[in-house]
């Protein structure tokens, strides 16, 4: 059975450093999607970051320069510097196992595993 489990969240002011780690198990040791996605209560799910089946890191354009994605072993990172209020949200990490690669980019992200989620709060 997959799990994924998150963790790191927390209340920051602006312009602070979060990481957040999300430990998986029970999959496949294979090379699928892995990335992080964020909601708000007013807002759909949006990807942010994730690894690519060929081990390269992806991003958002709101978080590109500030973000960074990465993996050891069983764990998913994200490493958020200079966070913004816009940045508040409950962030979950997921495992895409169909992700496809056409005509020069991704697919979009339909993950079929998420975690429980970690609460970022960033305030002015």
């Known amino acids: 059975q997959v799990r994924l489990v998150e963790s790191g969240g927390g209340s920051v002011q602006t312009g602070d450093s979060l990481r957040l780690s999300c430990v998986i198990s029970?999959?496949?040791?294979?090379?699928?999607?892995m990335g992080w996605s964020r909601q708000t209560p007013v807002k759909e799910r949006e990807e942010v970051a994730f690894?690519?089946?060929?081990?390269n890191p992806n991003y958002a354009d709101s978080v590109k320069g500030r973000f960074t994605v990465s993996r050891v072993g069983n764990t998913l990172y994200l490493q958020m510097n200079n966070l913004k209020p816009e940045d508040t949200a409950m962030y979950y990490c997921?495992?895409?196992?169909?992700?496809?690669?056409?005509?020069?980019?991704?697919?979009?992200?339909?993950?079929?595993?998420w975690g429980q989620g970690t609460q970022v709060t960033v305030s002015s």
């Open positions: 029970g999959y496949r040791n294979v090379n699928y999607r």
């Open positions: 690894i690519d089946e060929t081990g």
């Open positions: 997921g495992i895409d196992y169909g992700s496809t690669y056409e005509n020069g980019r991704w697919s979009a992200p339909s993950y079929n595993y």
